[in-house]
């Protein structure tokens, strides 16, 4: 917030840096940053929500983004995740129980010429196949 | 930095060149193929076979045929390998060495001279693939900034205004505004405080578009030079590069790029010895679509929720912080530079009598070559995709083609003659958009298609303008019955009727677009739709059967 001198258009750019170094936005740490930056909380609160990015519940110990950009969806992305979704118990967007996986869509990751393309723990994979993908996440499903 | 320094910079940087470069495609889609592996293991096998003195390895941006990657190309000779790996990268270097012993088997080697390659006219990508994104040397010797240097010194703002206007240059968002106007607009108009800004919208939101990313990837410092003499144009000091977080790589490159042009006195106060200054600053999107839009990207920039505004007024009168503001794409600001260096007569001759120039795709789907292609406006559909893009794998027919994201529509493969250009696009119920080309092949099913787009349009409205906010809602409601085959007649109609509604009615291009891909498959696709209800009414056929479950 110091390298933004306070400022508050730079709202967003703090957020972004709140959620690398935290993981998510809890509700202390966004009236933390509302306070510093002289926003009105609701101001605040009005922002992380909008954007799909910022991300307000903490993420599992690995994650799981599946593209469900066009070419990605007519490469077959849906049955993708159906199968991820069957596999872990979860809808997209939710956590496991255990805390072990998180499991995510993106709008588009620009990765089309390799779709369909999925993210595991943030490097992305091409090409991925119902099994391929399945089991990665076996892995980290196991206790 | 004056020019005979920009120019020793350049002189330098090709002379400390070895006889043979090996480029190593370090864009995100080869990334994400382990291409970081390939470069380390070819940089091994250079200096394990005594090769060090004549054979450097060099990571480069997008090289384009991303359904080959990871791409490693050899100059002078131009031999390009295609799907590198780390087992068979040491092959591409055995090749070279005199003796000519091979060690295992070679990568698939891919022709530079088929139709994929040889029908593109590189202007915003001749760089990309050629040059290392993050060095700036690299950029300056291949020509980079000189024409921000013969702006500054022999143009004044207004001959750069008429150069640009004169070009035929048209937004490369999609809308395709004249560049020329827009830069003339913001150039005229008063600010209340003397600031004016320049924007370069990066939000690539489109589902299936990454040209933006890449260009932003592969040739960073030529979207610096562009908004820099955007700014000198307009009467501009600050800049902003609105990037969406969803490009990691993007930023890292753009932040790379802005801190090495710093340093070099290419951005910054007093740039070239002259009495103009430009600093750029990056913003990171959030994931929303709508921040596209210029009037959200504004309200974004302000650190705020990212809604749009009624226009006018025009952001090019009021913008940010309420001073005009240039809002271009990225693939705009990319076409400054060579149209300043060589000429606007030069780009005028390139495309059509209302579409000039070129035009980036992202060609995706159903289609043996993926990737990035750069051809000139005005090349039929019906080139891209049998010629350039080699089909449906396995030989299936195309049934139609997607452009324009969610705001686009379908065109059918019965219309692959239509030129591509704006007015052309626009007249079957498309648009240009901002690249992304999605082929679809006949197992795609039209109706599922157009209730994915509705999907996102729901999920991306922002909430501020009704007809958007419940229309979307309701569209998709009716698109998810008929796809369920619950649905009659009167549901379509409904679906029609909403479709002109939202049109009409809606705040900004988002809602206004919205309906697009609904009424292309409408018009090009019925018998999908009426497919889905004959299912229901056949078995029926009485009035009441819709009440009684």
């Known amino acids: 917030m110091k390298r933004h001198q306070y400022q508050p258009d730079a709202l967003i750019e703090v957020l972004h840096k709140a959620q690398e170094l935290f993981g998510f936005l809890s509700s202390d740490l966004l009236l933390m940053i509302a306070h510093r930056l002289k926003l009105p909380p609701s101001r605040v609160y009005g922002v992380a929500t909008f954007y799909h990015f910022f991300s307000l519940a903490p993420q599992g110990e690995h994650t799981c983004v599946v593209c469900m950009g066009t070419a990605c969806y007519v490469k077959g992305a849906g049955s993708l995740l159906a199968a991820l979704e069957h596999e872990a118990g979860i809808k997209a967007g939710q956590t496991t129980p255990d805390n072990r996986l998180s499991l995510m869509t993106a709008r588009c990751l620009g990765a089309c010429g390799i779709a369909p393309a999925v993210v595991f723990d943030g490097v992305v994979a091409g090409n991925q196949g119902v099994e391929q993908a399945l089991e990665r996440v076996k892995g980290w499903l196991e206790p | ?549």
């Open chain 2, 1 to 549: 930095m004056n020019l005979t320094e920009l120019q020793a910079i350049a002189a330098r940087e090709r002379e400390g060149r070895k006889p043979i470069r090996i480029r190593c495609c370090m864009a995100a889609g080869c990334l994400s193929a382990d291409s970081q592996t390939v470069k380390q293991r070819l940089e091994a096998a250079v200096a394990e076979a005594g090769l060090a003195d004549r054979v450097e390895v060099c990571g480069v941006g997008c090289m384009r045929l991303c359904s080959s990657g990871p791409l490693v190309q050899v100059d002078p000779d131009g031999a390009l390998y295609g799907r590198v790996t780390a087992e068979n990268a040491p092959a591409v270097v055995a090749a070279l060495a005199e003796d000519g012993q091979a060690a295992g088997e070679a990568p698939e080697l891919v022709d530079p001279a088929q139709p994929f390659f040889a029908h593109q006219v590189p202007i915003v990508l001749e760089n990309s693939g050629q040059i290392d994104p993050e060095r700036i040397e690299s950029y300056i010797a291949a020509g980079g900034y000189q024409a921000l240097y013969h702006a500054l010194h022999e143009l004044t703002p207004a001959e750069v205004l008429d150069q640009i206007a004169r070009s035929g240059l048209r937004g490369r968002g999609g809308a395709g505004y004249p560049t020329g106007l827009k830069w003339a607009t913001v150039a005229k108009s008063e600010s209340p405080d003397g600031r004016k800004f320049v924007v370069c919208n990066g939000d690539e939101g489109d589902p299936g578009a990454f040209m933006d990313r890449s260009v932003l990837e592969s040739d960073p410092h030529r979207i610096l030079e562009g908004m820099a003499i955007a700014a000198y144009a307009v009467g501009a000091s600050q800049g902003y590069a609105y990037v969406r977080g969803e490009y990691p790589l993007a930023i890292r490159r753009l932040e790379l790029a802005i801190r090495q042009a710093r340093k070099l006195g290419l951005l910054g106060a007093q740039i070239f010895d002259t009495a103009f200054d430009f600093r750029v600053d990056i913003r990171i999107g959030a994931g929303a679509f709508v921040c596209g839009e210029e009037t959200a990207l504004i309200a974004s920039i302000e650190g705020s929720r990212g809604t749009p505004r009624p226009r006018p007024p025009y952001p090019a009168e009021r913008g940010l912080w309420g001073c005009p503001t240039l809002i271009n794409n990225v693939e705009t600001f990319a076409n400054i530079a060579p149209i300043i260096r060589n000429g606007p007569e030069w780009f005028a001759r390139i495309g059509t009598e209302t579409s000039k120039g070129t035009k980036v795709f992202a060609l995706a789907g159903s289609i043996t070559n993926t990737g990035l292609i750069e051809v000139p406006m005005g090349i039929s559909l019906k080139a891209i995709v049998e010629e350039l893009g080699g089909g449906v794998p396995g030989g299936g027919a195309v049934k139609a083609v997607q452009t324009g994201g969610p705001s686009g529509g379908c065109i059918p493969a019965a219309l692959f003659d239509t030129p591509v250009d704006y007015e052309s696009l626009g007249k079957v119920g498309s648009i240009m958009g901002s690249g992304g080309m999605i082929v679809m092949d006949e197992r795609t099913n039209m109706v599922e298609v157009a209730r994915y787009f509705m999907e996102f349009c729901k999920d991306e409205s922002c909430g501020k303008c009704v007809p958007c906010r419940v229309g979307t809602v309701e569209m998709h409601r009716l698109l998810t019955k008929i796809a369920a085959g619950a649905a009659d007649e009167s549901d379509l109609d409904q679906l029609r009727e909403l479709c002109q509604l939202v049109r009409e009615t809606s705040l900004c291009g988002l809602g206004q677009s919205a309906p697009n891909p609904v009424i292309s498959t409408l018009r090009y696709f019925p018998e999908e739709y009426a497919a889905l209800l004959r299912e229901r009414r056949r078995p029926t056929d009485a009035p009441l059967e819709r009440s009684t479950p």
